[in-house]
């Protein structure tokens, strides 16, 4: 076997070994993160000017949250990324974008929120978007 079929070779095999590792953390980063949503892509405008659109979070699930943090909960189909202006006896929460005049008329509940935004990659989930667009969704 010729010296460049052999690096062929080992190129192709560091390239398998790549793209396992990447999906080994990607879905071990739920588990590691305690959520089932542990990346999310900021979709408007709402939290401007903390949270920009195309913004990726890194999202940490809690037992519990407080007025203040910036989480994301599920509204059906959909995420939200908004921050918890209060919490109500019923052990739901008003949450409100950082932008909007009014908070949000759905209060979620502890089993919605998927967790808090601890990280933020300005702009690094503007290509998720963009694909989306593309497809039409």
Do not use: C
């Amino acid at each position: 076997m010729s010296l460049e079929k052999k690096k062929e070779e080992r190129d192709n095999i560091l390239f398998i070994i790549l793209i396992v590792a990447l999906l080994a953390f990607f879905f071990s980063l739920g588990f590691l993160l305690h959520t089932q949503v542990p990346l999310a892509v900021v979709s408007s405008w709402s939290m401007e000017p903390t949270l920009h659109v195309g913004d990726l979070v890194v999202v940490m699930g809690q037992a519990d949250y407080s007025p203040g943090d910036i989480v994301v909960y599920s509204n059906g189909p959909s995420l939200i990324v908004h921050r918890i202006v209060k919490k109500l006896g019923d052990g739901s929460f008003v949450t409100k974008g950082d932008a909007n005049m009014y908070a949000d008329a759905i209060h979620p509940k502890l089993t919605q929120i998927k967790g808090k935004v601890v990280l933020v990659v300005p702009y690094f989930g503007s290509l998720k978007l963009m694909f989306e667009k593309m497809i039409g969704r």
